[in-house]
């Protein structure tokens, strides 16, 4: 018998992040901007839509924190939403339009993908990119970096869109692999020697599938936050290895070379440095992980970060006034 399952679709506990605008916008030093803008591609979660990804992107001041480097294209999955809208988002967002990029069901072991949405979504986002590029890269969010990492990972591989220029990264919230069959078989092939960040919480309770993911790249480069299924308000020293990751490649096409914070070939991990119970656990693991090492930041955020209280949004995202909703535990099954 078929049973639905929410596997890598859950709710997003929206309010989980930071407290809106805790960090304010960040100025390079000098106020510098570069002449040139990296385009970024962005996948929403599971039954939500671009509107509400952007709103997700906003409320923490994502877009002003690195809106001098990178600018953020939206798109909604191509199918509508055929089940439940997560209970974390209905009450702020009404009546939609929800969109998702496929389902899965569970029987007994196996899962088996509505291969139709699937296959839509893949072509509808590489028309985007063929359409609407040249794009940079692609940023997604739970569901979302489902989409990101197979089609990075499928371009490198020469199997998908041989003629639009190469992706150069990816950035993935709260990541997850694919277990798609095919998409399974690619990945076997070894670890995708595409530049990657991967950002999730540690108390998010599909970790383990983000560690799954990022551990699937080659190099990859994981900002660790204490928090749950979301996307949090980045702290001074973890943006700015994320600049830095941005930046690095509009250095490249100028010849030259940028430093990411942390990111010596052996420090990857980026943790929440008030967290020192996280910094350990990680670093044992990075004792039993060749790819991945617990790491602090080397540049002083100090010197990278002012706040501006006449760029910042206090009220952004408050979408309607009232109690907050409660955090719902999803159904995580094992993949």
Known sequence: MLKAVNIFFLSQPFFAAAPLGLLGPFVPVGGASLSKMLRLLALHSFRTSAAIFKWQIERTNLDINIGDIAEIVYMDAPNPASGPIPRDVRPFFGDGPFYEWTTVQEMGDQF????????????????????????????????????????????????????????????????????????????????????????????????????????AFQDPIVIQHPRGHSIPSLLPHQLAVMRAFLSSFLEKEKGGTAAIPGNDGSNRIIPNASDRTMSRRHSAQAASSPTVASAAPSLPASSLRKLHSSHSKPNRGRMQAGRLPGSSKPIVSKL
């Not at 028309?127 to 890269?137: A, S």
């Open 112 to 215: 088996e993908f509505d291969v139709e949405k699937l296959e839509r979504s893949m072509s509808e986002v590489e028309k985007k990119l063929r359409d609407e590029g040249p794009f940079d890269g692609l940023i997604g969010f739970s569901q979302g970096t489902l989409l990101a990492s197979v089609i990075v990972m499928l371009q490198h591989r020469g199997l998908i869109l041989q003629t639009v220029p190469p992706l150069k990264f990816c950035i993935l919230f709260a990541g997850l692999k694919s277990r798609y069959p095919p998409h399974a078989e690619v990945f076997k092939m070894g670890k995708v020697p595409v530049p990657s960040l991967h950002i999730y919480g540690d108390r998010d309770q599909i970790r383990e599938h983000c560690v799954d993911l990022a551990n």
